[in-house]
């Protein structure tokens, strides 16, 4: 029977998971468990399909994160032995040649087995050369990284992707009407209707929502205005005599409420730009983000204060899809695809914190070591003085999660 230290120290401290007594996996349990997620997925579809889609794309992401890792180390030499959607008990596996596929009962993430990533892992004499820690530093430092930027890469497409064929939310140069004018309003006693567009006022042509209230505000209360505006294609003239503003009666006020933001579709070379931009600054914000998830007092604050800034308050998968299916009902695809790129960024991010069990942790170590080597002498990091902190992180990962799933259910996004 394994101990628990000696689990943790195969499965997270060495990168990948534990070698069990047996590789048969019990069909009563994989039946049981491909029908408990199949109608967990039934049920997404139905209560919402954008939630569904949205977790499709998460699913997809861990999957390209772990082939990332996979593909980079069998080029660069090294050995993989296992690839698991999933974690905790096999529910199918097929050897191919020396690597194990398969699926397992937790279908909270996926994992690599790597050969040798530290001094613990025991590997067989004649595996020793094709071993992580055997590998030069560049080597290592790719394979490690590739999951984070296989999430980058994810990332950018989904945005140049979106741009591109749906539009990137900006200035769109038309002012829209976006709801019903109030019963009673100058906007409303005018004829002027949701959806039409604002052209001019006074002949004074407007593209942006500011211009429009300047050109509003400029007027008094009384003052007859000439508003153009564009419905169905067809321009049309009305007249409305401004009245006081309901907060302040000395400003003039039409009563529309308008907008002139929207999906702009880009060209390809704007799209790449945007995209390359955008990741770079969803990538900042996440940094910040990480710092905030990763304060338990945020996380204390949550659960005492119904009000907590919801930009700091730890959240799982299920409030990101419970977001996922709300954009899908309001905008549809491109929304989704949109917070998938952005939460593909952030998953990057966190990724790399420089701690085990994180990428970033193992990339931690083998910078050190590198640093600490010499000609002729490779230095070897002593990862058992590492378990100790290792447990408080997978200490403070489980109570976020709690937290998180707690208030993602009682107090949804």
Do not use: C
Not at 150 to 168: C, E, N, W
Not at 186 to 205: H, Q, T
Not at 322 to 349: E, H, R, W
Not at 399 to 409: A, R, W
Request: hydrophobic share 45%; aromatic share 8%.
């Amino acid at each position: 029977m394994t101990s628990m230290y000696e689990r943790m120290r195969q499965e997270i401290v060495v990168g990948g998971g534990a070698e069990e007594e047996s590789n048969a996996p019990s069909t009563s349990r994989a039946v049981l468990a491909a029908l408990v997620i199949g109608s967990l997925l039934v049920w997404l579809g139905m209560k919402n399909g954008w939630t569904l889609v949205f977790v499709a794309g998460l699913l997809v992401s861990i999957f390209l994160h772990e082939l990332g890792h996979f593909v980079t180390a069998r080029r660069t030499g090294m050995k993989a032995t296992q690839f698991f959607m999933g974690f905790g008990p096999r529910l199918w596996s097929r050897q191919k040649g020396e690597v194990e596929y398969g699926f397992r009962a937790i279908p909270l993430g996926a994992f690599v087995r790597i050969i040798g990533m530290n001094g613990l892992d025991e590997v067989e004499p004649e595996d020793e050369p094709r071993a992580y820690r055997n590998q030069s530093f560049p080597r290592q430092l790719l394979v490690i990284t590739a999951g984070s930027l296989m999430h980058m890469f994810i990332a950018l497409v989904l945005f140049v992707g979106v741009y591109g064929f749906a539009g990137r939310y900006d200035d769109t140069g038309k002012v829209a009407v976006v709801h019903a004018p109030q019963a009673g309003s100058p906007a409303s006693m005018a004829g002027i209707r949701e959806g039409d567009i604002v052209v001019a006022l006074n002949k004074n042509k407007v593209t942006t929502r500011n211009e429009l209230v300047e050109a509003i505000v400029a007027k008094v209360p009384g003052e007859v205005v000439e508003v153009v505006v564009l419905r169905n294609g067809v321009e049309k003239t009305v007249t409305a005599t401004l009245a006081g503003n309901p907060m302040n009666t000395s400003i003039a006020y039409l009563g529309i409420a308008t907008s002139s933001t929207g999906y702009v579709k880009q060209s390809l070379s704007d799209s790449v730009v945007h995209g390359v931009g955008d990741v770079v600054r969803t990538a900042g914000n996440s940094v910040k983000g990480v710092i905030g998830a990763l304060n338990p007092m945020n996380s204390v604050h949550a659960l005492r204060d119904s009000g907590q800034n919801l930009a700091s308050r730890p959240t799982t998968v299920v409030g990101a899809s419970q977001i996922g299916g709300q954009l899908g009902k309001d905008q549809g695809l491109k929304a989704v695809l949109l917070l998938l790129a952005s939460v593909n960024v952030f998953v990057g991010v966190f990724n790399m914190f420089p701690l085990l069990p994180f990428d970033g942790g193992h990339a931690a170590i083998a910078a050190y070591e590198r640093v600490r080597s010499r000609r002729g002498e490779r230095y070897r990091a002593d990862i058992n003085k590492m378990i100790p902190l290792t447990t408080i992180v997978m200490g403070l990962m489980g109570f976020l999660l709690f937290v998180g799933l707690y208030l993602d259910i009682t107090k949804p996004l």
